[in-house]
Each structure stands twice: as structure tokens, then as C-alpha cells.
């Protein structure tokens, strides 16, 4: 099977080029589409040109379910791994370790579970896991969500109201050592906070819908 990483960007100059590393050395990727959903720093040039690795920039910022998209409809590989930018500690290994129970029929999604990471987020993961951007499913399995091109920072839990919906088989996978820089630390308290209040309300928006049904019902 032909595995495909998308790695959603904004404005991840400074730590996106250690997460395309760790990936490129994964040995079940074969290609890299990273999407630079409006950044206004450095993020699209800081990536490596190198074969099997795109850049996708977009104009203005579509949020994380539109960047999710755009980066899923330009490849025709059967599985893919999403991957955040700002991951840190994050190794080959824990690559392989979300594309393997796709590749091998274990599991239809994983999401990855950070782990002895750093507390802070090791016990966000551990609370609501289903927020986790670290996942693998096969692109058709993918591309019956609906709403992902509206989801924004509500599209992890899109996919996770999908899989229970449709009776999909998850896989929690941990990924001992691994965090991620906190909106606060990224863009500071208050505009990091007021990304944080602007997170919870797309996934709340989310959970209240009215109408909301299975792509595939």
C-alpha cells in the first residue's frame, strides 16, 4: 500500500522541519504533502525541497479541516497519516507504529496517544484523546466524512464522531516521548488562549449540531 503523510501548517517556521525529518526517515511514507494553510511567517520556505515532498500553500487560512482536505485531494495513496506541525520528540518509529495496523487490516483509524511526553499534555491526551491530530486511515475511508472543509480545529473530532457513528475500528497508539508547543507558548497567553476558547467552540459547535449524520448513512 502507498502511504502518504499530510502535515497541516500555520505559521510553523521553526518547528515544522524536525517533524519532516522524523517522517522522511518512516519507513512505510512514501510521499509528503505539506499544507501551509495562510501562514504570514516562514513555514513553506523552511520546508526541505527534496523528492516525494509538496508544499501546498494556500492563500488564506482554511482552518485545519480544510487544510486536512486539500492535502488528501492531491494524492491517490491508499493510506494516509496526519501528522501536526509542532510536534516535538516525535521519531520514525511512532510513524510506522500509526500506519501499521492500517497497512496490515488491524484497525481502520489510529490515533496517536501522547505519552511521557510532558504532563501538561500527556493529561489532555489522556482526557480527550479523540482532539489528537496524530492519525492513519485509508483515504476512502477519509474522504465519506462530510464537514471536514467547515470542521476547522473541530476536524480531529469529526473523524472520531465518524469512526463511532459507522462502527470503525480504533486503534489508541502511544507515543512515549512526544508533545507539541502549546497555543500559548506558540503566539502568546492572550492570543494563544483566545485560540484555545476559539478550538472548544468549534468542537462544541460540533457536538451540538443539529442534522448531524454519518457520511455514509
Do not use: C, W
Given at each position: ?48 525541497a ?15 479541516g ?28 511512532h ?87 502549546m ?11 483566545w ?15 443539529d ?7
Open positions: 500500500m502507498r502511504v502518504a503523510a499530510v502535515i497541516p501548517a500555520y505559521n510553523e517556521a521553526e518547528r515544522i522541519p524536525a517533524v519532516i525529518k522524523a517522517v522522511r526517515a518512516a519507513a512505510a511514507v512514501h510521499e509528503i504533502i505539506v499544507v501551509d494553510d495562510g501562514s504570514t511567517d516562514l513555514t513553506a520556505a523552511s520546508v526541505p527534496e523528492d516525494g515532498l509538496r508544499v501546498l500553500s494556500l492563500a488564506h487560512n482554511h482552518g485545519k480544510g487544510a486536512m482536505l486539500t492535502g488528501v485531494r492531491e494524492t491517490q495513496a491508499d493510506v494516509i497519516v496526519f501528522l501536526d506541525a509542532d510536534l516535538v520528540g516525535l521519531t520514525p518509529g510513524v510506522d507504529s500509526l500506519i501499521a495496523p492500517i497497512t496490515a487490516d488491524e484497525a481502520d483509524m489510529t490515533v496517536g496517544v501522547f505519552h511521557a511526553g510532558r504532563a501538561v499534555t500527556d493529561l489532555s491526551q489522556f482526557l480527550v484523546p479523540y482532539i489528537s491530530g496524530q492519525r492513519s486511515l485509508r483515504r476512502e475511508t477519509f474522504t465519506r466524512v462530510r464537514g471536514m472543509a467547515e470542521a476547522r480545529f473541530a476536524a480531529e473530532t469529526l473523524l472520531t464522531r465518524y469512526a463511532r457513528a459507522n462502527g470503525l475500528r480504533v486503534a489508541y497508539v502511544p507515543l512515549a516521548g512526544v508533545t507539541h508547543i497555543k500559548e507558548e506558540k503566539r502568546g497567553l492572550a492570543r494563544g488562549v485560540d484555545r476558547f476559539r478550538m472548544y467552540g468549534d468542537i462544541a459547535r460540533l457536538f451540538l449540531r442534522g448531524f449524520e454519518p457520511a455514509d448513512r
